[in-house]
């Protein structure tokens, strides 16, 4: 029995849901602070440039696959290159697993920070305790019982299949998200700190760059771009022939990097507009995580005109954001089961959850909830030691590996596959193109030499230990 595939209603469909599983916690936290490890400007370039050299030809690499094989996963590389490609898809599938399990865990933060902040527009703000957000870390119940929330959130959408869950949910969540991204930076931009945030972000200086920032901004590009595991060829699978793949991949990159720079316009112009904050970030006392979930909350009812609004509503955009990305990265598990085995839908929705979920415990335990879980390294073991470097803690050990690792292998086997393996006949036929042309050319030529060069330096650097995530 074969059962009728679905598909998008329209482009801005695809459109839609690929930008929501690009635009996420990379974006909002990630791209701000790696941003200002580097010292801005040069890194911002360089990653600007990783975006169109690297990101965009191998979004639509794997938007081509998925397309063309009207599959998702390993049963699409083996549709198209037989069983030793499908391997690439099984890596994709255990590299979504994997960032799913700890990205729910962060996710559901964002479910508390909206009912705090909701509680302190409510009922007037009380300034939390210095050990507040380690307690809440290390409160193993209440760690779970947030993941568990998004977790269903997930499942309930990726139950209702691609057009009628994923795209219906993306179509009102991403408009929503791009109007309250606005707000904040308009709101931003009539702080003090705002020039200097833009002197910060787009004057270019390289000899203020540290030289790993040109391979930090290649992994980073991965990982905001959703790239290395197969969203892109499962979201793919769900296109009509008709539609642009060339197209849409420049709007989804380019929507995915706006979102990048105005989020760091604004986390920047709100730094820079707090001389205490500005002196902790500097001193490296606010780290990544810290920057967005305890000092931003507290900036908005101390510093900001209409912070009482402002705060619930950007957690939602926080929430919005996760969730829009948790989605691809439970449908690349799910429609991998479905494609692959048969699974029907609700089956492989529930299973793959379910095994992920157990994951997510583990990775919720081991943020001060369990001393084991929260302490395990194999900073000492040989090999893993290489792979895992010096990393330590469940959700700690599972980044590194799956955006250190997975994401770059994942996007390298694909630029080999669709540049080297698959014929050009064969690729402009599915495209509908006669002759290749100079987008064909640039883009087909990136795929072979450009990407797979940028990707073999990026692992060979982490190889000698250097950490990405
Ligand atoms: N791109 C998402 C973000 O920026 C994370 C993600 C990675 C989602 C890989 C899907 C696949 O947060």
Redesign the pocket.
């Known amino acids: 029995m074969t059962i009728q595939r679905d598909s998008w209603g329209s482009k801005l469909g695809f459109i839609m849901a690929a930008s929501g ?7 909002l936290w990630k791209f701000p602070y790696i941003t200002w490890e580097n010292n801005g400007g040069a890194f911002v370039l360089v990653y600007l440039v990783a975006v169109m050299i690297l990101g965009l030809p191998i979004m639509m690499g794997e938007i081509f696959v998925g397309r063309a094989a009207h599959l998702s996963g390993a049963p699409a590389y083996k549709k198209l290159g037989g069983l030793g490609w499908s391997k690439l898809g099984y890596l994709g599938a255990a590299a ?1 697993g994997i ?1 799913l399990s700890y990205y729910m865990v962060i996710a559901g933060w964002s479910l508390y920070s909206f009912w705090q902040c909701l509680g302190w527009s409510l009922g007037g703000y009380d300034m939390p305790s210095s050990d507040a957000f380690g307690n809440f870390l290390s409160n193993g119940p209440l760690q779970i019982g947030l993941t568990l929330m998004f977790t269903l959130m997930n499942v309930g959408i990726v139950l209702r299949g691609v057009g009628r869950g994923i795209e219906s949910a993306t179509k009102i969540m991403m408009p929503i998200l791009v109007l309250l991204m606005l707000y904040l930076v308009i709101t931003a931009m009539f702080m003090p700190g705002r020039n200097d945030a833009f002197a910060m972000i787009f004057s270019v200086d390289f000899a203020n760059m540290p030289a790993m920032g040109y391979l930090e901004a290649v992994g980073q590009a991965f ?4 790239l290395g ?1 197969g ?1 892109m060829v499962a979201y793919g699978s769900y296109m009509k022939k008709t539609d642009s793949i060339t197209n849409s991949a420049i709007w989804v990159v380019s929507l995915d990097t706006l979102f990048a720079l105005l989020a760091c316009v604004a986390m920047f112009t709100i730094i820079l507009s707090v001389p205490e904050l500005k002196a902790q970030v500097s001193a490296g006392e606010v780290g990544t995580v810290g920057m967005l979930f305890i000092t931003l909350p507290q900036l908005f009812y101390t510093q900001m005109q209409g912070g009482v609004v402002l705060a619930p509503l950007f957690f939602i955009l926080v929430a919005f954001a996760a969730l829009s ?1 948790t989605l ?2 439970g449908e690349v598990v799910a429609s991998m089961m479905i494609d692959r085995r048969g699974w029907s839908r609700k089956k492989a929705v529930l299973i793959t959850s379910g095994v992920v979920f157990c994951g997510s415990i583990f990775a919720a335990l081991s943020l001060g909830a369990s001393q084991t879980l929260s302490q395990v390294t194999f900073r000492d073991v040989p090999v893993l030691g290489i792979i895992f470097s010096s990393k330590s803690g469940i959700l700690g050990l599972l980044d590194h590996l799956a955006a250190n690792w997975l994401l770059p292998i994942g996007g390298l086997g694909t630029t080999l596959f669709v540049g080297w393996f698959l014929k050009n006949d064969f690729i402009l036929k599915e495209l509908g193109v006669k002759n290749s042309n100079v987008v064909f050319n640039l883009w087909i030529w990136c795929l072979r030499i450009v990407a797979p060069a940028a990707i073999i330096a990026l692992i060979i650097a982490v190889a000698t230990g250097k950490d990405f995530s």
Do not use: E, Y
């Not at 599983?21 to 974006?27: E, P, R, T």
């Open positions: 599983s690009a635009v996420g916690l990379g974006n979504g960032i990982f905001s771009l959703s595991l969203a990305s691809s990265l």
